[in-house]
């Protein structure tokens, strides 16, 4: 049973955020809680800036103004040791892998680990075998390249290199974009899996209902510079503003209601 609002730990809490580039104002005082072991999806209109929130939050991108606690940790303000220290704790995997191109899928996944862990070269091989083989790709996987690998399985390493240092966090940006239905819902699959299994609270920018349905605890809305609206999914016909309304009743949003009832 899902736990009272004011029984929940905000792992993520966002205040007062703007996002400004030139004279282009993408938020305006954005306030957002994202709670300790759930999924969120994040949608919103084209150029509502959900993937700059998302690169905001993981300091990609410095706001004009506003506040980010992540774990408690103020990550806007924080000194860089601390800064570096909190950033272990989450992982990205971007919409369209970022793999380092000249690195096989063994050595980008263990590339957070030279970075920030003290071990030797065969414990870490191990290691990136173990989460390679977590997101289901084949053992052959290791020493391919990414220009070798299809697109579903590009994202499955980017999503390996985002579990490397067992983060509590995973920040996943429009992670089903271009795969067919299947590969859609497999991976959609693989991350109620995994945050089940591992007790991950994931921030999923996406615009992918499906996704929404089957694996979203609750849903924020980006509108009109902030969050207009959250809360689960269900709860977003009710909401009266017109692209709200078209996305959420729409006959996508029926489809994807319809297929998850028929499971």
């Not at 994202?155 to 271009?178: M, N, Y």
Request: negative net charge.
């Amino acid at each position: 049973m899902t736990k009272p609002q004011q029984d929940r730990e905000a792992i993520i809490r966002v205040r007062g955020l703007k996002n400004q580039f030139g004279k282009q104002v993408v938020h305006e005082n954005l306030d957002l809680d994202v709670w300790k072991g759930e999924v969120l999806g994040v949608v919103g209109g084209s150029g509502t800036g959900k993937s700059v929130l998302l690169r905001t939050i993981v300091g990609l991108n410095t706001p004009a103004a506003g506040s980010i606690e992540v774990l408690g940790v103020d990550v806007l303000r924080a000194p860089d040791q601390e800064r570096m220290e909190i950033s272990r704790s989450w992982g990205v995997a971007f919409q369209n892998g970022a793999l380092f191109s000249s690195l096989t899928v063994l050595q980008n996944v263990m590339a957070p680990m030279r970075e920030h862990l003290n071990l030797s070269d065969s414990l870490m091989r191990h290691l990136g075998e173990l989460k390679i083989g977590l997101v289901g790709l084949p053992q052959f996987a290791c020493t391919k390249f990414p220009s070798e690998l299809s697109g579903g399985m590009v994202k499955r390493a980017a999503l390996a290199r985002a579990l490397t240092l067992d983060p509590a966090i995973v920040f996943l940006d429009e992670p089903t974009a271009g795969l067919d239905p299947i590969g859609a819902a497999a991976y959609d699959d693989l991350i109620g899996e995994l945050q089940q299994a591992l007790g991950l609270t994931v921030f999923m920018v996406t615009h992918d209902l499906d996704s929404l349905y089957a694996i979203c605890d609750r849903v924020a809305v980006l509108a009109e510079k902030r969050v207009l609206v959250e809360g689960p999914i269900g709860d977003m016909n009710a909401v009266d503003h017109p692209w709200v309304q078209e996305y959420f009743t729409g006959p996508r949003a029926r489809a994807a209601q319809h297929k998850v009832r028929s499971c």
